[in-house]
T-cell receptor
Framework: EAGVTQFPSHSVIEKGQTVTLRCDPISGHDNLYWYRRVMGKEIKFLLHFVKESKQDESGMPNNRFLAERTGGTYSTLKVQPAELEDSGVYFC???????????FGPGTRLTVL | GENVEQHPSTLSVQEGDSAVIKCTYSDSASNYFPWYKQELGKRPQLIIDIRSNVGEKKDQRIAVTLNKTAKHFSLHITETQPEDSAVYFC?????????????FGKGTKLSVIP
């Protein structure tokens, strides 16, 4: 079984630019989550999709972040415009059942210069 | 919201010794506590979890204990091996409103010295 995949693995952009991260969950997993880890800090929740619907977006830091999951399959997370403090590792996770184990992807390391 | 504190931030042990990582949580309603291991350059992977109706769970050399009254839980690794070297994260999940978000600790970097 293929695990959660994320693209790209690394992204380096200038402040003010736009970046789009992609996550492909494990096939059949209705639940998809985005998390972020800023250097040296904890992994923080951003949002949770159930199929194509946003179940919980309480962790989204501000309106520069836009997450979508059209069709309930893969998801994208767009940052526009990027700021220096957006640098970190963005993880995607998925689970078959909401209360079940969350399987993490390898993460996308975003560096904003 | 939930807050999870994790200690220590770094831990070095000799191969064969035991390692203990401790976490505390703030929300007494939290009912699920997973532990993730992240090896260098790899994704976080679940190694063990415990639910609030259980006090202890073991899986070979790994065990987790939960004290609901004190709101803390711990990871115990016995007979450590070099391949146990990694960053370990504890987390807690608070039920409610269909949200399944995990609240993580800051991580513990475990080094097992051969």
């Amino acid at each position: 079984e293929a695990g959660v995949t994320q693209f790209p693995s690394h992204s380096v952009i200038e402040k003010g630019q736009t970046v789009t991260l992609r996550c492909d969950p494990i096939s059949g997993h209705d639940n998809l989550y985005w998390y972020r880890r800023v250097m040296g800090k904890e992994i923080k929740f951003l949002l949770h999709f159930v199929k194509e619907s946003k179940q919980d977006e309480s962790g989204m830091p501000n309106n520069r972040f836009l997450a979508e999951r059209t069709g309930g399959t893969y998801s994208t997370l767009k940052v526009q415009p990027a700021e220096l403090e957006d640098s970190g590792v963005y993880f995607c996770a998925s689970s078959q059942v909401g209360a079940g184990e969350q399987f993490f992807g390898p993460g996308t390391r975003l560096t904003v210069l | 919201g939930e807050n999870v504190e994790q200690h220590p931030s770094t831990l070095s042990v000799q191969e064969g010794d035991s390692a203990v990582i401790k976490c505390t949580y703030s929300d007494s309603a939290s009912n699920y506590f997973p532990w993730y291991k992240q090896e260098l350059g790899k994704r976080p992977q679940l190694i063990i979890d415990i639910r609030s109706n259980v006090g202890e769970k073991k899986d070979q050399r790994i065990a987790v204990t939960l004290n609901k009254t004190a709101k803390h839980f711990s990871l115990h690794i016995t007979e450590t091996q070099p391949e146990d070297s990694a960053v370990y994260f504890c987390a807690a999940k608070t039920p409610g409103a269909g949200s399944y978000q995990l609240t993580f600790g800051k991580g513990t970097k475990l080094s097992v010295i051969p």
